[in-house]
């Protein structure tokens, strides 16, 4: 096999998925450059949203406040993490979803409230997409995050209940709309008086998290935060 794996490897070289650079022999399906040129989100920032701010809370978090109180991404939807989000996302590549779960419990190990949080959920799929994708992506996230922090993970307790048209193309009072009373919390005893961090892959205005934490607080939470691995600085209004 080794020898069959040799030529195979002689006539196509594996390369980066990303760069398409060719890989070194450790190296998996990304190159250590791509990986280490993901630009993460540094301070000063707003301490709500997270949003890269000089005021400690920043125009948008005034006028418009989010139902999450807090709000952290390990870094901006752009070049390198654009790309490897999309491609755990649409291409199958969960390694690459596992490691950004992994970078991404260092930025809740680093709040220094967050860190003090009770349980993980992460936003839910609409049944029948998560079927046709095999996974949600949210879901192995926060796994991760989970298993780096010790932070347990809450499964079932927040549901989608009904299909959502994809946010991408949406105006932002289109997007609110579009996700408006689509989620349920079940199980109201397993987070009454908890602090909790929802989990998703991308944020964009903010939506979907929005109306999570608006289920989570009327079942019962006593705080809940927001954990993206991206955060995309749109320009939808
Ligand atoms: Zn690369
Ligand atoms: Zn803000």
């Not at 040799?6 to 594996?14: C, G």
């Not at 009770?118 to 796994?143: K, M, T």
């Not at 809450?154 to 289109?174: F, H, V």
């Amino acid at each position: 096999m080794s020898f069959l794996k040799d030529i195979f490897n002689f006539i196509l070289p594996p390369h980066c998925s990303v760069c398409k650079n060719p890989l070194g022999d450790e190296e998996k399906s990304i190159c250590d450059e791509c990986w280490g040129s993901i630009q993460v989100v540094t301070p000063p920032f707003c301490e709500r949203c997270g949003k890269p701010s000089e005021e400690s809370v920043c125009n948008e978090c005034i006028e418009y406040p989010h139902e999450f109180t807090r709000a952290r991404a390990l870094g901006e939807y752009k070049d390198v993490l654009s790309s490897l989000i999309r491609l755990f996302k649409y291409s199958h590549k969960l390694s690459i979803g596992r490691k950004l779960g992994g970078m991404l419990s260092t930025v809740l190990k680093n709040d220094e409230i967050m860190n003090y949080s009770d349980a993980l959920i992460a936003v839910p799929l609409y049944p029948v997409r998560e079927r046709a994708r095999g996974y949600n992506q949210s879901d192995i996230i926060a796994r991760e995050v989970s298993n780096y922090t010790g932070i347990p993970k809450l499964n079932g307790i927040l549901c989608r209940i009904r299909p959502t048209k994809s946010q991408t193309e949406l105006s932002k009072e289109k997007r609110k709309l579009n996700v408006k009373d689509a989620f349920m919390v079940k199980a109201d005893e397993q987070i009454k008086w908890k602090k909790l961090v929802l989990i998703d892959d991308v944020c964009t205005t903010g939506a979907t998290l929005d109306e999570c934490a608006k289920e989570l607080y009327q079942a019962g939470a006593n705080e809940v935060y927001a954990l993206v691995v991206a955060r995309a600085s749109s320009s939808i209004t």
